[in-house]
Every structure is written in C-alpha cells, then in structure tokens.
C-alpha cells in the first residue's frame, strides 16, 4: 500500500462516528440496503444494524453490504434482541414514523449517542419496534406524497447528524478510537485486499501493518501464502 492510500485509511478510522448508527428494520430491497450503507460510510459510521429473522435474508443482506467492506453489519434476530443491544451502549432509538408525537428530525440532538431505526419499504416500522423507541421523527413533507425512500430519508437525516457533530467538533479527531484489532483489520483488507482475500482462502490469521503502512509478517506466513495449496 502507498503512503497516500495508508493515510486516507488512516485518516477515515479516526472520524468514524462509533456512536452514531442505522438498524433496518426487515429492509429487503438490496439497492436500499446498499445505500443505507453507502451513506453510513459517507457520514463516519462503522457499524449498522439489519433485522432480518429468516438465514436467507441475512446472507442478502451481507451480499448487499460487499460492495462497502468499510462499515460493518449486524444482523439481529428481531427487534427487541436488536434495540437491547443499542440501548445497552446508551443510545436514543429514533423511530422514523408519522405520528402525533412524532417531531421533525432536525430538532433532535444527534450529538448524544443515536441510532436512527427505518422501517421496511412497503409497511414502515413495526408496531413492536415503535414501542421500543425513544422518539418519532419525521421528514416534513409538503406536496402529496407522504413519505420518501428509506434510504432517502436515512441519508437526509444522516447527513443533519453530521452537520451536528461536525459543528460540535467531533470529526477533529487524529487518531482513532477503534480497538486495535478492529483497527489492524481494517488497514490489511483495506491496504491489501489481494493478500486478505488469499489469507482468508487459506485460513491464515492477518499480519500486523506497521506504523509506515507495510505487513509484518515471518518467513513461514510468506511461504503459505505463496503455495499452491489451501
């Protein structure tokens, strides 16, 4: 990996946003899920979350998300497991849904820890997963449709979070607060994606990239690597 590509990786892990997140909520069109993802990525986020209880599903899912090996997804058996696991990292559960007490999303503060939960294409969030959440948002509409895409109105309300914590100082970070494993991850399939795909083919731990960006690695990781076997 060049010094230039080292660097972009490097810079992009300290502005990841790690408490700051989408759960989709049985989203099951796959160019939706992709821009979910696309946008997560764009705005600093390192994790999603996808509700899906059905195998099938969340092997679409993962197939949808290959197209961005940056961000991370979770999938969850159901909406209680799901919005449990978020709770318990202190984050307000914002459910996009058209209610009496539903408020528009530009008056929330997204500089506290917060997932943003949308709802299938079709039926919207569950009955269940609205119990659940913190607040109701809206996307203020004018004209006569009533809602727009969901990953529309993810990147609207995504790209307001950011606007927020950018303002707040919150992509000043140099360094990145990621577990270095994590970390470690990132930097060998984002800097050598060749040598991550054949080391996972053969079932080899990744090597440590250095502070100047090269695999550190001993002589018999090399000569697996390099044989013809698996």
């Known amino acids: 990996m060049n010094a230039q590509r080292f660097a972009r990786i490097q810079e992009m892990l300290a502005l990841r946003q790690h408490d700051l997140t989408v759960c989709m909520e049985q989203v099951h069109k796959p160019h939706n899920v992709s821009a979910v993802i696309r946008t997560a990525d764009a705005v600093g986020i390192h994790e999603v979350h996808a509700v899906w209880p059905s195998q099938r599903m969340k092997v679409m899912v993962s197939s949808s998300a290959g197209s961005n090996s940056w961000v991370k997804v979770k999938t969850h058996q159901n909406i209680t497991e799901a919005v449990s696991h978020l709770k318990a990292q202190n984050m307000q559960v914002l459910a996009t849904n058209l ?117 550190e690695a001993d002589p018999s990781w090399w000569a697996t690597m390099q044989s013809t076997g698996k």
């Not at 269940?128 to 895409?149: F, H, R, T, W, Y």
């Not at 990145?176 to 083919?201: C, H, I, M, N």
Request: charged share 25%; hydrophobic share 40%.
């Open 99 to 215: 209610s009496d007490k539903a408020v528009d999303f530009r008056e929330i503060d997204y500089t506290r820890p917060t997932c943003i939960l949308m709802g299938q294409e079709k039926t919207g969030i569950t009955a269940e997963a609205l119990a659940l959440a913190d607040q109701d948002i809206i996307v203020p509409m004018v004209g006569m449709v009533q809602s727009l895409n969901v990953s529309v109105a993810s990147a609207l309300i995504l790209y307001e979070a950011q606007r927020q914590r950018q303002n707040a100082g919150m992509y000043q970070r140099t360094y990145s607060t990621l577990e270095e494993d994590e970390q470690q991850r990132l930097l060998f399939e984002g800097g050598y994606p060749v040598l991550a795909r054949v080391a996972k083919q053969k079932g080899l731990p990744y090597p440590r990239v250095n502070q100047q960006g090269e695999v």
